[in-house]
């Protein structure tokens, strides 16, 4: 796959209602793959996503699936959807999982602490499974001089744990005031990081 397309930039209807034609505009605008996520498919059919994929000549890139790691109840489900997702993605052919977590303001180190802790343990399912963690990340992991993308790197297993950055902080701006997609997202936290990813 040379390109692929995250298909939130289409409506929750479009996804349920005609997903074939979803599928069928991103192959005509050009595109190899999807990233989509998890709770935009049926996990229990992935033979049926398969053929429609095949059907349109896209893969799936990575299944999308977020939540607040902060939250202990929250941490327990997502642990255990992760084992369907990457089954699934295993299934489908998906290289990758993708995860992003929520804001909380006042995010403690025990918070990060649990976050890093989750984060490992999926990281081990999606391997378990044939896939790989893909840690996304949003503005508030950046804000703070990186604070919780810092902690997140020094306390994940890179085993484990990849980071998949699409915002990082502008040349022009301040750290954790203006963000802004860059084409080459991990150029502003390499400089910081002694992270070889």
Known sequence: MKIGIQTNIWS????EKDLDGLLRDARAAGFDGIEIGAHRVDLTQPDALRARLAQHG????????????????QAIALAARAQVVSAFARHIGAPYVALSGKPREHKSDDDLAREAQLLNHIGYVCSANGARLLYHNHYWEIENDYRELRYLVEHTDAARV?????????????PGIGTERLADP??????KSERGW
């Open 12 to 15: 929750q209807e479009r996804h």
């Open 186 to 191: 991990e150029r502003a936290f390499l400089r």
């Open 162 to 174: 990849s980071l998949l950055l699409p915002y990082a902080p502008s040349d022009r701006s301040h």
């Open 58 to 73: 896209l893969q799936v890139s990575a299944l999308h699936i977020h939540g607040d790691l902060a939250d202990a109840d």
